[in-house]
């Protein structure tokens, strides 16, 4: 059974510091996605990353992946506030190539960045 | 384009009654999927569906739980006689036949009372 963890759980740190998420995940898969989600709210996808070694970035946030190490990391530079949120990772189940989704996800990380 | 839409998107059943949650995928999309997530915690798959057709429910309850994307309309994920374990916010998901993203809807919060 594929299981992912994140760590940490809850992450509370002030803006403009960098800190980073990680994502271990049990099975062999090629297939990682990042979601953030606010209170109440539905996810909203950040990263896809689909081999190993991918990088992607976006403003303050940077994803990478590992899959020999079946590790994934979230980086985050020069917090700020905005970017208060439930980061989610979710491995992909069902291998590449399946034309399908079978995403098993990660407890999230709660992030808070005080000013 | 509109994103998948979910509706409604809160539902209070007092216990025993029935649940019909719907899902409109994104138009062009073939696949849908329904996801619960309980309170404090992650995503849970549930089941994965093409049009007519359950392709893998291996996260549904046995008993209570059922799916379906007819040939025409939305997909309805139905809860008979709920009970109060059932609350939780209910996620539809699509994707195109590459299956390479999903795209989630609003999610409908469901509370039994």
């Known amino acids: 059974e594929l299981k992912v963890e994140q760590n940490p759980l809850f992450l509370s740190m002030q803006e403009g510091k960098n800190y980073t998420i990680y994502c271990n995940y049990s099975t062999t898969s090629d297939r990682l996605y990042w979601y953030r989600q606010d209170p109440g709210k539905s996810l909203e996808s950040l990263f896809v990353l689909l081999s190993n070694g991918a990088v992607k970035q976006e403003g303050r946030l940077m994803a990478s992946l590992d899959t020999k190490a079946r590790l994934s990391t979230l980086h985050i530079t020069a917090a700020v506030h905005d970017l208060s949120a439930t980061y989610f990772c979710a491995v992909d189940m069902t291998g590449t190539g399946g034309g399908a989704q079978k995403l098993v996800f990660g407890q999230g990380t709660r992030l808070t960045i005080n000013p | 384009n509109a994103g998948v839409m979910q509706n409604p998107r809160h539902l209070v059943r007092r216990r025993g009654q029935e649940a019909r949650l719907r899902c409109s995928p994104m138009?062009?999309?073939?696949?849908v999927y329904w996801y619960r997530q309980l309170p404090e915690e992650g995503l849970k798959f549930m089941v994965y569906?093409?049009?007519?057709?359950?392709?893998?429910e291996s996260g549904m309850p046995k008993e209570r739980f059922s799916a379906e994307f007819p040939k025409e309309g939305p997909s309805i994920l139905r809860i008979q006689q709920v009970v109060r374990g059932d609350s939780a916010a209910y996620f539809c998901a699509s994707s195109d036949s590459r299956g390479l993203e999903a795209f989630f809807g609003q999610g409908t919060r469901l509370t039994v009372v």
């Open positions: 569906l093409q049009k007519e057709n359950i392709i893998d």
């Open positions: 138009k062009g999309h073939s696949h």
